[in-house]
Structures are given as structure tokens and as C-alpha cells.
């Protein structure tokens, strides 16, 4: 019984290192591109403001952003989420939902802008929307001390 258990203990480690690994791997990828100051990442902000503004149809929205959106080849970050309740002079709150995304390079992002997926997303969620307001930008990963 105990080899039973420092083998599966070991697979376990053994895992949760191969992770750490790949995960060490890729920000070490990331922070030589910022360090050479040569980035071709491109952040992809979309704000969305719903025709009928209420808890259910921002749910549904954010939910849409989740089933159709996440899974795209080319993406090193993806967030979404209703509007924050801060209220300073500076917040611009003119929108429901907000999605923010990372492509690994403008190729990503431009396979993105005609997946499927993604056009199934704005096909099913454009009659619900006001506005939709994209904001795109090349970024730079900056290491964090």
C-alpha cells in the first residue's frame, strides 16, 4: 500500500512540475519579447452597452462572451465582466459588459475576427446591443518586480 501512495504522490508532483515548467517556460518567452522592447502582442477591448440594460441580459451577455469567445488558438489572455460599481469622474460607464483579450500576434487576432465562433457571437448578440465600442492596442509585457 505505501508504494501505491509515493507513486501517486509522485505523479502528482510530477505533474504540478511539467505545469510549473511550461507555465515558467512561456512567461520567460514573454518577458525576453519585453525586454528586447519587440512585441507584437495586441490587446482586443470591447465595451458593450445592451439595448434592455438589466441583471439577467448582462448575465446572458457575459455568458455569450464565455461560450464563444475563450477558445480561440492565439490567445494568452481573455477576461469579461459586468461593469464595475466605481464612480469616480474619470470612469466612463457608458456600457454594460466589458471584454478584454491578448493575442499572441496580429495573425491570431485576425483569425479570430472570422472564427466561426466569433461571428456565431455577434450573429446571436447584435440585435441586443447599443453600441459596441472596440478599442485595439499593441502591447508590450512589462515584468513586474
Known sequence: MKSWSRCIIFVCLGGMVASVLLSWGSRADR?????????????????????????????????ACKKYLVDHPGVVFFACGTRSDLDRPVNDRAFDVGLHMVFKDRAAHDQYQVAPAHLKFIAENRESLASVRVFDSDVEIVPVK
Open 31 to 63: 518577458a525576453g519579447a519585453a525586454e528586447s522592447g519587440k512585441s507584437s502582442m495586441i490587446a482586443h477591448d470591447v465595451y458593450f452597452a445592451l439595448k434592455d440594460s438589466n441583471d439577467s441580459t448582462r448575465a446572458a451577455l457575459v455568458e
